[in-house]
């Protein structure tokens, strides 16, 4: 593999507990005053002063601009300093995505490319830093000072390693923390992916301000991320929000598990695929059959778009499959939640789409890594 950003950039960490809690209020609420600081967080004005001031000299803030006045001196607003960059890395089944943000978490730069997690750790490592490499070739970005890494399946998140993921073959055990920082030469953090995007929903999207939600995800799988109080929850080995594999037809059909009739073997994308590609073969839809042939393969953005071209097998199948995709989805999952659920549960439980499809997974990754490095070293 090619070795990429050698150079460690932010070398500094908050040195106690108010210092982290001054950095994440800077990264989610931008460039403040030291007085709109002081009111968020329980310090004396002196000792802010003196945590601000020790934050200045490790380069971590700078000074900007000066702030609204607030009765007598106007001073100065403190900010996140402007060349922090963070790589957010989000690995899905079937493509990657990869972004550049700033300390405050904004995309300066994102790419995706098609890709197949089942050709192995080596294989998509080598696209993630092609990719990381031309987002450094565009001049946004000199070096990254962290990176946060999803993954499609379950992770030991301490340690960051998948574990026995169902659809990444190859993956077990592999150390990927320790393998993609040793590459881009900089910390990295490693989670599922869906606990990322709840991550990213929450900072920049649909759960803005909401503390206690969950975000759920039906791609090639299904996964669900859980926030309480603010804090992804993700159980004592970090397998908390995995509801793909839970039983949903007791002699159903076989899932990539092992098991039999998990929820994902039904009404996962993957599920929708193998049933448009059953229809191809079995010659139902001579517009499935077209696809197939072109592609080798089918997905469910095959399916959609052959519905949408007017396609009747497809049509059916999105809603055989318990309306699947999209709006239609949405509406059938809320008839089901708000009809089976006692009134209490429910009274007050919006269910939307999230707001930033596929920015969502790197938003959150950046989140993840930032989380990391603004903690007491
Ligand atoms: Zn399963």
New binding site residues.
Partial sequence: MRREGRVRRMTARPANAHQARLLRLLRDGGPNSRAQLGDQVDLSRSKLAVEVDRLLETGLVVADGLAASRGGRRSHNIRLAPQLRFLGVDIGATSVDVAVTNAELEVLGHLNHPMDVREGPVAVFEQVLSLAAKLRASGLVEGFDGAGIGVPGPVRFPEGVPVAP?IMPGWDGFPVREALSQELGCPVMVDNDVNLMAMGEQHAGVARSVGDFLCVKIGTGIGCGIVVGGEVHRGTTGSAGDI??IQVEPEGRA???G?RG?L??HFSGAALARDAEDAARTGRSAELVGRLEAAGRLTAADVAAAAAAGDATSLDLIREGGNRVGHTLLASVRTQVYRQSLPLATGNLPIVLGELGPAAGVIGAARLISDHLFSPA
């Fill in positions: 169902p793909g594999h899932c990539a598990c098991n998990c994902e073997a």
